[in-house]
């Protein structure tokens, strides 16, 4: 088999035997391999030539493993649920097993599979490629997914998440599922590589790129290739650190990708809860809390603001991070409003710069998001960014065809990266508006997401006078000015800057002084 395409390429041209170009994830290991092998021949002595030779090593050996076992395919086979690309697809059973457990190849993504270590189980698990078997569970009995059959169903009202979250298996590998939660928390670092879980693997490979982007299973197997060293094919677990896939996985958000990611995030949040306010027959109105508001009781200051634009809709809040952002909000106190000192970061933000990402290349932001992980303001931020997903997860396994999306400081992120993922999913409920109070979210960047993202408008209610603001957002996200303090400035139609200075004399100040256009 051969590969070949530009470096850009999502996917390359492959000529040769049929039965090993028919293999996504050979062909994805093996196209990966290359990538990363032309660019450890091409670049300069350094970490990030170092990074991609190990990348190089880890996809050649897949690639490499599944070719050998394409050669042993028989023509016998079982049809089950794989735990690699959570479909219902064929397995072959391979002519030459290892001791007394059968092998097989997963007919729809290509990943290596073998029956599920549990008691009874007919599932497939994902197999790993040495030649010593190791007893692994399915994606059900690992909690990877709360279970196949209902990862792409809908569950009705919003209010009913529970019961789509309830797991429909016994956890027969609760050590796999902290590993599992531990590579979502914010700001691992990994060692020349970045390693991924399937479904994450599965975000980054719906991704458009170079014109393209995969689903189901060749999202699964291309997006873990992409990372390098963690593909399916392997089996493996590592860390992603960082919210650089969190709004990938939007063209998955329906699927069974999209279950486990959500499951993931929610599961790592144990104060995640949506909350019934209050009733109504309009349009459901979605609202998150943020930073000195988390925790406490503003639902009449929510049913105020919202009622006085929507009298007629269903409130729902979200409740997220409270332990994060209850740091965050305790230790700016203890520092007397300075933010640097509250941080620890002083020091820190040079290694963003210009200069800093030129001699680290690509490892320069996990670099970075390592030096903050134990920072409040990192993790919080890192949280709210996940816990969008994580809505927009649920929110697109509703029965509504629309919503309102309305959020207070970190909680602003929350419904904005809502938004954002939403926008990339063709079948999903539509944002009607989303309303940003006090948002803690950068002014720089592309914003056509965003205007994409909502069918009236986006409200972005900024105040001159939000101190925390104008002093954390800025120290902590090394000299950005956050669209709470001073608005988008951008010319996309859908995307409107309200500035309530006059109105708002502080960050904890927006509730009850704002009216909602």
Same mark, same amino acid.
């Given at each position: ?19 090993? &170009?028919?293999?996504?994830? $050979?062909?994805?290991?093996?196209? @990966? ?9 091409? $670049? ?17 050996? +897949? ?66 490629m040495s030649a010593v078997p190791v007893p692994r569970y399915c994606a059900e009995h690992r909690h990877d997914i709360p279970g196949f059959e209902k ?9 009913? *998440? ?24 914010? &700001? ?11 479904? +994450?693997?599965? @975000? +980054? ?9 995969y689903t189901g299973a060749a999202a699964s197997s291309y997006g873990l290739a992409l990372l390098g060293g963690g593909s399916i094919a392997a089996g493996? /677990? ?19 990708? !999209? ?7 929610? !599961? ?22 943020? $930073?000195?508001?988390?925790? %406490? ?20 809040r979200v409740h997220w991070g409270s332990n994060d952002l209850g740091d965050l909000a305790a230790m700016l106190k203890a520092a007397g409003g300075q ?10 933000? @040079? ?11 690509? $490892? ?5 998001? =390592?030096?903050? =992980? ?19 997860? /649920? ?23 809502? %938004? ?17 109070? !006090? ?31 104008? *002093? ?9 000015? @956050?669209?709470?303090?001073? !608005? ?21 100040? *927006? ?7």
């Amino acid at each position: 088999m051969r590969c070949n395409g530009a470096l850009g390429d999502l996917e390359p041209r492959v000529l040769g035997d049929d039965a090993l &170009g028919t293999n996504p994830a $050979l062909v994805h290991n093996a196209w @990966a391999f290359a990538k990363h092998d032309h660019l450890d021949r091409t $670049l300069p002595d350094g970490d990030e030539r170092a990074s991609h030779r190990v990348q190089a090593s880890a996809h050649r050996k +897949i690639a490499a493993g599944i070719a050998e076992l394409i050669d042993k395919l028989g023509t016998t086979s079982k049809t089950s649920w794989c735990s690699a690309c959570f479909t219902r697809s064929d397995h072959r059973r391979l002519t030459q097993g290892f001791g007394t457990i059968p092998a097989y190849l997963c007919t729809s993504c290509g990943s290596p599979t073998l029956g599920c270590a549990g008691a009874g189980c007919a599932n497939m698990a994902t197999r790993g490629m040495s030649a010593v078997p190791v007893p692994r569970y399915c994606a059900e009995h690992r909690h990877d997914i709360p279970g196949f059959e209902k990862a792409s169903t809908n569950f009705g009202a919003l209010e009913d *998440y529970h019961e789509f979250l309830r797991f429909e298996r016994r956890n027969l590998a609760r050590g796999s599922r902290i590993a599992t939660v531990s590579i979502l928390s914010a &700001g691992a670092l990994a060692t020349g590589a970045l390693f991924a879980a399937p479904a +994450i693997g599965g @975000a +980054i490979g719906s991704l458009s790129i170079a014109g393209g982007g995969y689903t189901g299973a060749a999202a699964s197997s291309y997006g873990l290739a992409l990372l390098g060293g963690g593909s399916i094919a392997a089996g493996g /677990l590592g860390m992603v650190g960082g919210t650089a896939v969190v709004t990938a996985v939007g063209g998955a958000l329906g699927g069974a990708l !999209g279950s486990s990611v959500t499951a993931a995030y929610i !599961g790592a949040d144990k104060s995640f809860n949506i909350e019934l306010i209050t009733p109504g027959s309009g349009v459901p109105v979605v609202v998150a809390n943020g $930073l000195f508001s988390e925790g %406490a009781d503003t639902r009449s200051d929510w049913k105020r603001l919202v009622r006085g634009r929507y009298p007629d809709s269903p409130i729902y809040r979200v409740h997220w991070g409270s332990n994060d952002l209850g740091d965050l909000a305790a230790m700016l106190k203890a520092a007397g409003g300075q933010p640097a000192v509250a941080l620890g970061i002083k020091g820190l933000a @040079a290694k963003a710069t210009k200069a800093g990402a030129n001699k680290l290349g690509p $490892l320069a932001p996990a670099l970075v998001a =390592a030096a903050l =992980a134990k920072n409040p303001w990192h993790t919080a931020r890192v949280k709210a960014d996940r816990t969008g997903v994580a809505l927009a997860g /649920l929110l697109a396994r509703t029965d509504a065809k629309r919503y309102v999306l309305v959020g207070h400081s970190l909680g602003a992120r929350v419904v904005a990266t809502a %938004a954002e993922t939403l926008a990339r999913s063709k079948n999903t409920p539509k944002i009607e508006s989303v309303h940003l109070l !006090g948002a803690a979210i950068g002014a720089k960047g592309d914003r056509r997401l965003l205007d994409k993202a909502v069918t009236d408008a986006v409200h972005n209610y900024h105040s001159s006078n939000d101190l925390v603001l104008k *002093y954390l957002y800025k120290t902590a996200q090394a000299g950005q000015t @956050a669209v709470g303090f001073a !608005g988008f400035r951008t010319d996309f139609a859908r995307i409107h800057d309200h500035d309530v200075s006059d109105h708002v004399a502080g960050h904890s100040h *927006y509730l009850e002084n704002v009216q909602l256009n």
